[in-house]
């Protein structure tokens, strides 16, 4: 599934071809995605100018001269670059383009239909967007906010810093990833945790996504080319999918694997307290 780091990599490698391009129209071939594509979108977007390309938690978004395009990327969405020349180079699972008038295209493919793509006037908004916690590379995510939001929180601290009310983004993957280079255990209850430890939990999570975006980051240039998918799995795991295998730090202790929230949690039980 894409995550933040995988969404903020396809928002650049796309953001260059589409920033201050007029769209010619938005053609849609499949309507049914997590949620139906609204059938006046097309005379919506045609003839606007796009402003600017950004990220709001996995939301890719497109702003127009008058409001905004609303990209979920869902369980296996992507989107590419086609180039006019290769404008009938189509895929299965293509679902819709957003030509510009350069005869540039902006294409989604989407294998399992879970992605979404909504208009709103204001995206902040949108009740998709509106109730979603702080962005985790923010300075408003910081060890005082986060001390803050877990008073009086029972719930495992993995469980609580993957609760998109409280901080976005934050993927399965990351969570496990964070708490290992914190030294936190992932059971343990969120309010359980010392300022010092939320602070360096902040510093962690900030850093592997950091890492991981920058992995991303060295391949924009796919955007151009088939798959439309940066290489974004390039980066080094600590713990995530390692269950068995000997721990990276101690090297005694074998990582083990558990279940939180229907979600599998890695971790070393001699590293992390």
């Known amino acids: 599934m894409p995550e933040l780091p995988e969404v903020e990599t396809s928002c650049r490698g796309i953001a260059p071809y589409l920033q201050q ?35 709001r938690a996995k939301y890719i978004l497109i702003a127009l001269q008058r409001g905004h ?23 299965k699972h293509d679902h819709f383009d957003l030509v510009l008038s350069n005869g540039v295209i902006l294409r989604y493919n989407d294998p399992r239909r879970f992605g979404s793509l909504h208009f709103a006037e204001q995206a902040t908004e949108h009740r998709l967007i509106k109730g979603l916690g702080v962005e ?6 910081n060890a005082a906010y986060l001390h803050s939001k877990a008073k009086g929180r029972k719930v495992a601290i993995k469980i609580f810093i993957m609760n998109q ?17 914190a030294g936190i255990s992932p059971q343990r209850v ?5 300022k010092a430890e939320f602070a360096k939990l902040v510093e962690c999570v900030k850093i592997v996504l950091q890492q991981a975006i920058d992995a991303g980051g ?7 080319q088939s798959d439309g998918k940066p290489g974004y799995f390039k980066q080094v795991l600590s713990v995530y999918g390692r269950a068995g295998e000997l721990c990276l730090v101690c090297k005694k202790n074998e ?18 307290k």
């Open 21 to 55: 391009q007029t769209v010619s129209q938005l053609v849609v071939r499949e309507r049914r995605l997590r949620w139906p594509v609204a059938a006046e979108m097309e005379a919506i977007v045609a003839g606007q100018r796009i402003e600017q390309v950004s990220r």
């Open 69 to 91: 395009l609303m990209l979920h990327l869902g369980m296996s969405g992507s989107v590419r670059i086609i180039e006019p020349t290769d404008a009938q180079s189509f895929k």
């Open 136 to 141: 985790p590379l923010d300075g408003a995510f």
């Open 165 to 181: 009310q409280v901080v976005v983004g934050v993927g399965n993957i990351y969570a496990s990833e964070a708490l290992f280079m």
């Open 190 to 194: 969120a309010h359980s945790l010392g």
């Open 218 to 224: 060295t391949t924009l240039q796919n955007f151009t």
């Open 255 to 272: 990582i083990k694997k558990i279940v939180q929230g229907q979600r599998a949690t890695f971790f070393c039980s001699q590293c992390q």
